[in-house]
């Protein structure tokens, strides 16, 4: 075609194509001739440092591999994070273009970057693959792209590698105190680190079965190398949210799940992970002050984390501070436009909380459709019901609660929810009542 069109072919070398055993030349084909006036590319943001790592292809041909390829491009973006001046757009919201054919223009542009980060990785065994380009949004162009061949043993001078490469592409100067702590690994061990990554992706499907195993993964991954500080915090997670769900077959109590988060944070306080969940469970154990402070600490060390506004959000509307609950979550908003997971729930509780029981009711039916046995959205939904003088509603949603649950008691909803003020506390509990919760 070279010869048939007038314009310009640029060669971008070889890369990796699903379902190509083979890597295949690319070329790009310039969109414009020499002679005509090209339009001005919009501008994607006026900060030009700034990036979104898309969730990296697994081209390994076992969909159990995904795990490893999502990890990569996650703690890519735990790396990038803690560069100085460097706007990086949140996991949930970049991962939620996974398999979207939008092109990347428009895709940096939903969410507020400049620059976006794509790559693939194909995991054989010991052997990895792992390709990366990083696009100018405003034109399309490769800034920067590479490959990457050798041993699982060697991943972690890979991602210094990318993490390097990327700060240089941007122009980025780092500091010696922001180098060592961009390039902090938590652990040199790659068994643990497989273990870790297998552990953290069976937590986020969120189930009992993927639980237990989750807790299974990442208490080996602590058996390989002890001081994996964000296995130990991602084992408080699995152990709080048991808790809180009150599953049946788990007996672990809340005091295990704060000795897992102390243990992270002794071991990394620099962790943002793992000073986020010790503020949650510190929550949860009614240690208001601590836990305020802990989330206060994770700001501070990272604030365009959009996962610890939303949890602190949360933790806000417990401790009734309802107009701190509203400036977080639009903080989190303004960060993750798509938004985390939990935020639509903190959301609904808000509006419950307030009073505004129509547009709670909006908001937790959403995250019950979305996640139906996520208990607390439930609860809240009931009582919101209960509170709009809808029991039918409200009854119709414990029978489910209590199907999964049949153990579920009062005693279970005052032991968990940590309502500081007694107006919020007493209105929920009686609105579970209502709801035909019993009593013992």
């Known amino acids: 075609m070279r010869n048939r069109i007038e314009k310009p072919f640029r060669d971008l070398g070889e890369h990796e194509v699903k379902h190509v055993t083979y890597p295949v030349r690319v070329f790009a084909i310039g969109l414009t001739s020499g002679t005509e006036k090209r339009d001005q590319p919009d501008p994607i943001t006026k900060n030009k440092n700034s990036i979104a790592v898309l969730p990296f292809d ?3 041909g076992d969909p159990e591999q995904a795990y490893f390829s999502d990890g990569m491009a996650e703690d890519l973006i735990t790396d990038l994070s803690k560069v100085e001046g460097l706007f990086v757009a949140a996991r949930n919201s970049s991962f939620s273009f996974r398999d979207q054919m939008l092109e990347i223009k428009d895709i940096a542009s939903n969410l507020k970057v400049a620059h976006v980060l794509e790559g693939s990785v194909r995991k054989m065994g010991d052997r990895l693959r792992i390709n990366v380009q990083l696009v100018d949004a405003a034109d399309g162009g490769y800034v920067w792209a590479e490959r990457y061949d050798g041993e699982m043993a060697e991943i972690f001078d890979f991602q210094d590698r990318i993490r390097e490469e990327i700060v240089s592409a941007l122009k980025l100067k780092l500091t010696p105190d922001e180098g060592q702590r961009s390039s902090q690994r938590q652990t040199s061990d790659a068994e643990a680190y497989d273990l870790y990554l297998r552990g953290r992706a069976a937590y986020y499907k969120y189930t009992p079965n993927n ?5 299974d993964l990442l208490s080996q ?3 390989a190398d002890p001081n994996l500080a964000e296995a130990y915090a991602y084992l408080a997670r ?4 048991w808790w809180i769900q009150s599953w049946p077959g788990h007996d672990d109590d809340l005091s295990r799940a704060l000795e897992m988060a102390e243990r992270a944070v002794a071991i990394d306080d620099q962790s943002v992970l793992s000073i ?3 503020a949650f ?12 402070e802990q989330f206060e600490l994770a700001l501070s060390i990272n604030p365009n984390s959009s996962e ?3 949890t602190y959000a949360a933790s806000c509307a417990f401790w009734g501070d309802q107009e701190k609950t509203l400036k977080l979550l639009k903080r989190a908003q303004e960060i993750d436009p798509v938004g985390h997971p939990n935020a639509e729930f903190t959301q609904g509780q808000y509006h419950y909380l307030v009073r505004q029981y129509d547009e709670s009711i909006q908001s937790l039916t959403r995250v019950v459709e979305r996640q139906p046995g996520f208990n607390p959205a439930s609860l809240h939904l009931a009582a919101a019901y209960v509170a709009a003088n809808r029991p039918d509603e409200a009854k119709a949603i414990i029978d489910n609660v209590l199907t999964q649950v049949p153990t579920y008691t009062m005693a279970d909803a005052e032991r968990i929810y940590p309502y500081v003020k007694e107006d919020d506390r007493v209105r929920f509990l009686n609105g579970l009542r209502t709801a035909g919760i019993p009593e013992a």
């Open 238 to 241: 699995c152990i709080l949210s």
């Open 58 to 60: 697994n081209l390994s």
């Open 221 to 223: 991954a602590i058996a």
């Open 276 to 278: 986020m969940m010790l």
């Open 308 to 310: 610890v506004y939303v």
């Open 211 to 215: 639980l237990s195993l989750s807790e």
């Open 281 to 292: 469970v510190l929550n949860f154990n009614r240690n208001v002050e601590r836990s305020f």
